[in-house]
């Protein structure tokens, strides 16, 4: 949902958030269960110049969202797995 809105996350690194948050560019990402490397990455982003140039980035997070999140590319991996179930079956 941030994406959307052209704002990078600072998430911990559970599930797959790792594949969706590119360190630096989109967000950081925290050690699991780890309230200090948390709040490092925080300060970390406040110092970057991720957090300094925001609004000059803010396309690119966007961009970025829409790449991977567009209905259009959903729609297209939908697709492909009910081709490959199809095939399979």
Same mark, same amino acid.
């Not at 599930?15 to 630096?24: A, F, K, P, T, V």
């Given at each position: 949902m941030a994406y959307n809105f052209g704002l990078p996350v600072i998430a911990t690194d559970v @599930?797959?958030?790792?594949?969706?948050?590119?360190? @630096?560019e989109t967000g950081f990402i925290s050690k699991p269960e780890d309230p200090q490397d948390l709040a490092e990455k925080i300060e970390l982003y406040f110092q970057s110049d991720l957090y300094k140039n925001l609004e000059s980035k803010r396309q690119k997070i966007i961009d970025y969202a829409n790449e991977k999140y567009s209905w259009e590319k959903i729609g297209e991996k939908t697709v492909e797995v009910y081709k490959k179930l199809i095939e399979e079956g």
């Open positions: @599930g797959s958030l790792r594949e969706d948050i590119i360190e @630096g």
